[in-house]
Every structure is written in structure tokens, then in C-alpha cells.
């Protein structure tokens, strides 16, 4: 009889630790794929990261990139896979190379900016910036100009124009920014987002190499970006979303097998969270990454703290 109770006893509690929910995710979150260069977006008390599609083989050199897709979260545990929501294939006027990309939300539409290769503008690199638009975060979206917003051929554009991230004020002004190659730009946009207003800024940041990102904390400014290559990701704050920018430090260290160091920072449910990538799956490399989340932390001044990387990634939150 008490064998049978304890028997009884260890099956009840063993099925008592099945049926209870994984705390954490681990690092990285996407393990099916690979995923690079994530954007963050909260919308609904979901949280979405938008991320490219790295499909290059373990082999041969440079980036081979298609297509993007999104992966939502409540919880920062359970994520849903959404896509390809985006391809080279619906900008007719791109050739290829489906580089970083950002989404933002305005007035009920979503506005996805990506970097791609122009099919017949080429001055540098050939890299434009283009601009999705959609009534969901998850699609269907379709080009909204039919043609670039970005070229080689803009007045004060950089050699590389990839890496774009769009930025709204408190004041509804909207702003994008982009960059490669040690040149950042940034141009204010007009309200329809679709549209380029004034003139092409050069954005002064010590040690910018690409990967510009903006947020926001209480009434200072953070603008984050790839630094050097191989690359950390530093930072530096302002009072304004223009600058100037004071240089504050390195915030992510270099990544094993990672040349590229593309972060995104998000504000969730109160907490603050690091979105970047790695090279940490089975196979991955400089040209395979993948989705990883960690901490993002703050002093009593403000001032951001080195992100501690982990391979648990986050814990469930409500």
C-alpha cells in the first residue's frame, strides 16, 4: 500500500512540473531558422520583433538574405511565428538583398522601412530605402510609394544606405535615420511617413559604424548603434531627438562568430528589454544569426548598463 502511495504520489507531482509554463524562452528564441538585425514594435500589449532571414550556407561568404518576418510575444516566453510577411519580390524596383528593417505604428497603419538593392540606381552600393505599408502588424503590406525613399541619388546619402530606423516624437514629428559604413544620416519625414521633408542631416555620434536606433526614457534621448567592425553596440544621449549627442560607452561587448552587432530597445509591460542577435545555434556564423533577448538596465543617473547576455533570455512576465 505505501508503495503504491508514493508511486501514486511521484506521478501526481511529475505531472504536476509538466503542466507547469516554461519560465523562460532561452537564448536565442528562434531556433527553427535564422534570424538577423531585429526591430522591436509594442502594439496591443503584444510585443512584435520584426527580424531579416539569413539562408546563406556555412560555406560560402556574404550575406544572403530574402525576405523578412515578425515574432510576437505576451509573455516574453511563448512567441508566434508570423511570415515571410515582406519579400524582395514586392518592391518591383528592388533586385535584391533583404537588409535590416524597422516597423513603426502611426494613426492605425504600420510602416515597415527596409534596406534592398535597387535594380537600376546604383552610385555606391546600390542600397535604397523602401517603405511598406499595412492596417496590421502582421500584414498583408504592400510597397506604399511603388519606388525608394532612399537612394544613391539623394542629396547627402551615404555609401551604404541600410539600416534604417524611423523615430516619432512626443510632438508627432517623425524621424528616420540610417547608415553604414562609419556615415549615419537622418532626415525629418512628413506626417503621411511616405515622404522626405528638408534636408539630409550627417548624424555626429563618436565611434558610429551603423545600426542607428532611437528611444526614449523619462526626457532623455538614447541613440544606440554598431560601433567599429567587428562591432559592440554603443550609445550616446541627448536632451533632443536631433542632438547634439554626448558619447556614453559600450553597452554589448563583441559576439562570439558575430561580426554584426544590430540591437533594438523596447519598453514592455514596465520592463525594458535588450532585443539584438547572435551567432549562438548550431551551424551559425557571421552570416547565420539568430533572435536573442535579454535585460536592458539603468543607473540612478539614466545612463545605461552593460547588457549581461544570457542564454535563458528573459523571464515570463503577465
Known sequence: MKSTFSLSLSLCLCAASLAEPAQHRGNPIVTDMFTADPAPLVHDDTLYIYTGHDIQNETDRF?????????????????????????????????????????????????????????????????????????????????AIGGPLITDETPNSVVLNIDPAVYVDDDGQAYLYWGSWNAGRWVNLQDNMLELEGEVHTLEAHNFFEAPF??????????????????????????????????????????????????????????????????GLPGGGVYRRSLCVDKLEYDDDGLIKKVVRTETSVPRID
Open 214 to 279: 532611437i528611444h526614449k526614457r523619462d526626457d532623455l534621448y538614447y541613440l544606440t548603434y554598431a560601433s567599429h567592425y567587428p562591432s559592440t553596440t554603443e550609445y550616446s544621449t541627448s536632451d533632443s531627438v536631433t542632438g547634439p549627442w554626448t558619447y556614453r560607452g559600450v553597452i554589448n561587448d563583441l559576439l562570439p562568430k558575430s561580426e554584426t552587432n544590430h540591437q533594438g530597445i523596447v519598453e514592455f509591460k514596465g520592463n525594458w528589454y535588450f532585443v539584438y542577435h547572435n551567432a
Open 63 to 143: 550575406f544572403k538574405m530574402h525576405d523578412w518576418y515578425a515574432f510576437s510575444t505576451t509573455n516574453m516566453v511563448d512567441y508566434e511565428k508570423h511570415g515571410p510577411l515582406l519579400s524582395v519580390d514586392d518592391f518591383a524596383w528592388a533586385q535584391g538583398d533583404a537588409f535590416a528593417s524597422h516597423t513603426t505604428e502611426r494613426d492605425g497603419k504600420f510602416y515597415w522601412y527596409v534596406s534592398i538593392r535597387h535594380k537600376d540606381i546604383r552610385v555606391h552600393e546600390g542600397f535604397s530605402i523602401g517603405v511598406a505599408v499595412s492596417d496590421s502588424p502582421t500584414g498583408p503590406f504592400r510597397d
